[in-house]
Each structure stands twice: as C-alpha cells, then as structure tokens.
C-alpha cells in the first residue's frame, strides 16, 4: 500500500521536481509542468464512478500523466482495482490510481514514467543515463 508520502518522496528524488500546493491539494512538477498529483473526487466524479458500478477509492487518489489514451485504458483494463477514470479526464492523457491498492515498487515506475514525459529532454536523458537506462 503505498501514501501521498511516498509519492512525495518518489517525485523529490527526481531532477528540477518541485511540490506544489493548488486547491488545497499537493501536486509535483518537473520544470513548472505537472507529472503527479493529489486528486480528491468531486460529487461528479463519484456519481460518474457509482453510476458505472465502479467502487469508490477508500484513501487517497493520485493524478498520474500517462503518454495518450491508449495507455490510460490499457492500464484502467489491466487493473481496475488500482486504476480508473472519470469523465473529467476525457480525452486527457492521464490515469486516477487507488493509492491504498498499488505497491511502492510500481508507483516508483508510474511517478518515473510520468516524469519522463513532462521533464525537458536533456535532463530527462541524463537522469536515464545515471540511472543506466
């Protein structure tokens, strides 16, 4: 089970990450452009879930930034009970994540790639580089 302590401490770890707090909610950008973030659900988000017969997150949900659509609906098909989305992110690359049902080791992986795709290309490539990737 992984916290938002985690994934704070998994986006401060990597290159020009910084947090943010925007509606009361924490968010972390790479280079001023958002990658992860805190997503409480609105009463449409949770009327959208209920009418769908999707359950409700019992703790904290995160924003993740994924490269397109299909990467989105691959992830929310392979796993429904971590992944999901609303109509909210219709059209927007990015996926909702159960924290209280995803492991450490795959948030790490989740927060990375999302990095990887907001960071700006040099530093994205050196940090790869570091990493021996």
Do not use: C, N
């Amino acid at each position: 089970m992984a916290t938002l302590d985690d994934v704070r401490r998994l986006a401060l770890a990597l290159p020009r990450t910084s947090e943010k707090v925007s509606w009361g909610s924490a968010s972390w950008v790479v280079s001023s452009k958002g990658f992860v973030w805190e997503r409480p659900l609105r009463r449409a988000d949770e009327a959208a879930l209920a009418e769908a017969g999707v359950p409700l997150p019992e703790g904290d949900v995160l924003g993740v930034h994924v490269a397109d659509e299909g990467v989105k609906h691959a992830l929310v098909a392979d796993d429904p009970d971590v992944y999901f989305t609303t109509p909210h992110f219709d059209g927007y690359p990015a996926v909702l994540v159960r924290l209280e049902r995803i492991g450490v080791d795959e948030l790490r992986e989740l927060v990375e790639e999302a990095w990887l795709l907001r960071a700006p290309k040099t530093v994205a490539r050196a940090w790869l580089a570091d990493q021996g990737r």
